[in-house]
């Protein structure tokens, strides 16, 4: 065990976390040259198209110093903060961390997010000052700003280019005199922790696990603690790279892959402890603070055949991404699907566009909301995550929304426009703190609602990329909120209801209803749009019908013919209007995004 490093690498987005796991993995020799390639732990196509990390990969990797050698289990994490999940069961089962600073841009929110991650599972923390190669590099800048601002002593922070690999075998000879080795007691009963899952086609459910007491063997009887199943280890393995290298066990203080041979996916659970089923342990590892999702939408199949597969899909990616919650829903407008839970919005459009690539569905995705809590009339409390839920206007007492404490960094130049922004979404200042002559971070108490949208585009948008964006739920407060209704042709589809605050309703209902009038395909009779709250209508934009030329026949005679088929036409478009249906395209669920 002396000679085992477990650690993670975190850091903001585009700081070179991947970069770095890349070249580390390089400098060990775990891959050659040949087989080298970009971004080598971001498997998934998505991950490698975005140029993001979403899934927390795992990789054993061997290296020799001083004439020894050691084994470094390293965990690439992602950066951007919907997927702070990822990175929190990564650092429940390492015992050190590599703090990524870029050396032009500096400490970032969700730097100082991670490391507080870091700080609550008592991790040893290296700072890494990235980038250094860069023109507008300044890593003595970047030092005293994580010392300011975090609170590390940085005097020793290890300085690197990823990218050109200076200073990487320092780091890593920094890794194995720095980061403890884990603690363990190798003769105790086996006690594991499972920190990721997925389905394998051929294999079934595998579970990935961090062993921190005696061992897992080939053949071995485990259980595992949360539901009292028992099953036989089938298959040992170790992460690498390119190809998992087979084992007969998994010692304490190591990392694997243990394979039960489990086809039914709900009985592996991320943070569930894997022991002996001959000596079970008394107590589990202590297991992770499960996921909340923050953001709610609606997922749909296009073909209503595919419900049950859209059901197995999510139950597979449940497997691989834990901090997703799903469950059934009925729409008039769209029929039968899921009413799914996520982090955030990039969470949500990474999973929808995973759904449709890797199990060839075509889906519909509703406008996304968060919960609310909403108190009624009569004492009691009901918490609605679907807007058409909402119940009746003088049935509720009250309605509380969730509120976020948003910490934004940004350079002084852009600060009154993001002021602006923060005060136009709702925001109340709860601090303002220079963190040195050109940056300022910006502590706000935000309605969740307001961020779920197009917050972090249009931050990003007004501060040329310039400024960071981190949250965390605090609370419920009340708010002045009513549901907008859109109608269709008469018809209310509650697909796109939304809570909106009353004060803002109008103008929303006005921008609504002009987005729907652009998307709206044309029939052959008008079509009115209209916003309204309860019955009463705020807004409306009609789509003009298509003019067919019935008189295109008439040649001569009497204006009488010709008025005689006009009026024919319009008794007919008045029948087609009663009973006429309309489709709705993909992008009318998305308009509703798109209101400022």
Known sequence: MDNIRNF???????????????????????????EMTKQMMDTMDIEQERGITIKAQSVRLDYVKDGKHYILNLIDTPGHVDFSYEVSKSLASSD???????????????????????????????????????????????????????????????????????????LIDAIVDRIPAPKGNPDATTKAIIYDSWFDSYLGALALVRVFDGEIKMGQMVQLMHNGEKHQVLDLMYPHPLRRQKTQAIQAGEIGIVVLGLKDVGSIRVGDTITDARNPAKEPVAEYAPAKPFVFAGLYPIDTDQFEDLRDALDKMKLND???SYEPETSVALGFGFRVGFLGMLHMEVIKERLEREFNLDLIATAPSVVYKVY??????????NPSELPEPQKIDRIEEPYVKATVITPVDYLGNIITLLTKKRGMQDKMDYLNETR????????????VVDFYDKLKSIS???????????????GDLVKLDVRVAGDVVDALSVIVPRSAADYRGRELTKNMKEIVPRQLFEVAIQASIGN?????????????????????????????????QKEGKKRMKAIGKVNLPQEAFMSVLKMD
């Open 8 to 34: 993670s690498i975190i850091a903001h987005i585009d700081h070179g976390k991947s970069t770095l796991a890349d070249r580390i993995i390089q400098e060990c020799g775990a891959v050659s040259e040949r």
């Open 96 to 170: 050190g961390a590599l703090l990524i600073v870029d050396a032009a841009q500096g400490v970032e929110a969700q730097t100082i997010a991670n490391v507080y991650l870091a700080m609550e599972n008592d991790l040893t923390l290296i700072p890494v000052i990235n980038k250094i190669d860069l023109p507008a590099a300044e890593p003595e800048r970047v030092a005293e700003e994580i010392e300011t601002t975090i609170g590390i002593d940085a005097t020793d922070a290890m300085l690197i280019s990823a990218k050109t690999g200076v200073g990487i075998r320092a």
């Open 322 to 324: 834990s901090s997703l």
């Open 376 to 385: 009624l009339t009569d004492g009691t409390m009901v918490e609605v995550q």
């Open 440 to 451: 300022v971070m910006l502590e706000y108490s935000l309605p969740m609602n307001e961020i």
């Open 464 to 478: 040329k990329g310039y400024a960071s964006f981190d949250y965390e739920p605090i609370e419920f407060r009340q």
């Open 536 to 568: 009463r209508v705020i807004a409306r934009e009609t789509v003009k019908s298509m003019g067919k030329n019935v008189t295109a026949k008439c040649y001569g005679g009497d204006i009488s013919r010709k008025r005689k088929l006009l009026d024919k």
